[in-house]
């Protein structure tokens, strides 16, 4: 599967869980919606492979030039018509996309 949608409550471990995962993977890149959230809720030796998705078009301009299998979403903050256009990028390049989200 290359997307894989985690929907859970605020307040239930999504961030430890990809920090988590993150260990284990050397390869994997994580995504955020700011960058308060990597700063504050990443440990130093990850913020590394953290990135800040702010402008669309530049993330997927910087996503196409790493190298990486897997990439965790922590909270997502785009439009659904945005969305659509990253998961398409990636699902091109057979990357695994696994989200943590809260959905509303």
Known sequence: MMLELHNQNRGTGKTTKIIELMEQDESALCLVPNSMIKRYNFPKNLQKRILVG????????????????????DELSYSKFNLAELFYELGRSRIQVIVFGTGQ
């Open 54 to 73: 702010v402008n669309l078009e530049h993330l997927i301009d910087e996503l196409r030039s790493m190298r990486f299998t897997k990439l965790f979403v």
